[in-house]
Nanobody, 122 residues
């Protein structure tokens, strides 16, 4: 059982940066793959990035080169560094966990946080 809590969202101008954090409670965090997803109003939840147990990462094409996902298992945290933010990045960002491998499909994830709002103004 994992509980996930996101933090770090906020309001930023286009071109700016934010770092989101996903903090977990539970003894099996290091065994889980962690994903970041986002959902804008009126749109489906979409994949952003994912990181495996050993640190391998995958990104959506829309964020590749601008976002970086990382994890520190000892601290049970996963971060999403977001640079060069664009208005189209505006959404609620969610972190999620699954066993054992990474996936870009929201339906594959077992545990979800409550989300954090990111708003990018033009």
């Amino acid at each position: 059982q994992l509980q996930l809590v996101e933090s770090g969202g906020g309001f930023v101008q286009a071109g700016g940066s934010l770092t989101l954090a996903c903090s977990a409670s539970g003894r099996t965090f290091s065994s889980h793959a962690i994903g970041w997803f986002r959902q804008a109003p009126g749109k489906e939840r979409e994949f952003v990035a994912t990181i495996g147990r050993l640190g391998s990462s995958t990104y959506a094409d829309s964020v590749k080169g601008r976002f970086t996902i990382s994890r520190v298992n000892a601290k049970k945290t996963v971060s999403l560094q977001m640079n060069g933010l664009k208005p189209e990045d505006t959404a609620v960002y969610y972190c999620a966990a699954r066993l054992p491998l990474t996936s870009d499909r929201p339906s594959d994830y077992h545990y979800w946080g409550q989300g954090t709002q990111v708003t990018v103004s033009s």
